[in-house]
């Protein structure tokens, strides 16, 4: 299912076609540092974590991460969306792109999207947002967003600490 469309994106759903996309993306390096190893070394464990996260999330929720595709060639770039952790009381931003569409402005661009869809369908008023303490790169992409730093925070069971960013929203007036 389509969700947002953007000038040079798609974002929609997830499912379970997209088990070789998620299985390159979770196994990235860039992934494992910043975000860590999921252990997904398979197809069918590919597949196992697009039904247990984002397709639950969904069903659940009605938001997720979406899969983030070009609308030239219509192949995947990335994920982003929101998504709600137990260990978080807000609901937080998560994006990845695939190594060759970094620095594309693809992240910026299915950000701001996403973050004006969950505000104007979900009704949020604000988002929360994490990152590695060492992930520049997200950290001045949430600064673009207009996220404020919040602190340093453990998350779950994680031994590292983790950047808590957050962003209040406006809801629209409707006429």
């Avoid at 196994?27 to 398979?42: E, H, L, M, S, Y």
């Avoid at 404020?148 to 950047?163: A, N």
Wanted: glycine share 6%; with cysteine.
């Amino acid at each position: 299912m389509i969700i947002l469309e953007t000038e040079r994106l798609t974002l929609r759903w997830l499912t379970v076609d997209d088990a070789a996309f998620i299985l390159e993306l979770v196994n990235d390096p860039a992934w494992i540092r910043f975000i860590g190893d999921k252990g997904v070394r398979t197809l069918r464990d590919a597949e196992n974590y697009i039904l247990n996260g984002p397709v639950d999330m969904y069903a659940r929720l009605g938001y997720g991460l979406y899969r983030v595709e070009s609308k030239q060639d219509k192949k995947p770039v990335g994920l982003c969306g929101v998504l709600k952790r137990d260990e978080l009381d807000q609901v937080d931003l998560g994006f990845a792109m695939l190594a060759e569409h970094r620095k594309c402005g693809f992240a910026l661009e299915s950000a701001k999207a996403v973050l004006t869809h969950a505000r104007n369908t979900f009704g949020l008023t604000q988002v929360l947002a994490i990152t590695s303490p060492d992930n520049v790169a997200s950290d001045q992409l949430l600064e673009k967003l207009g996220f404020s730093f919040e602190r340093l925070l453990h998350l779950g069971t994680e031994i590292k600490k983790v950047r808590l960013w957050r962003l209040l929203m406006n809801i629209p007036r409707r006429n």
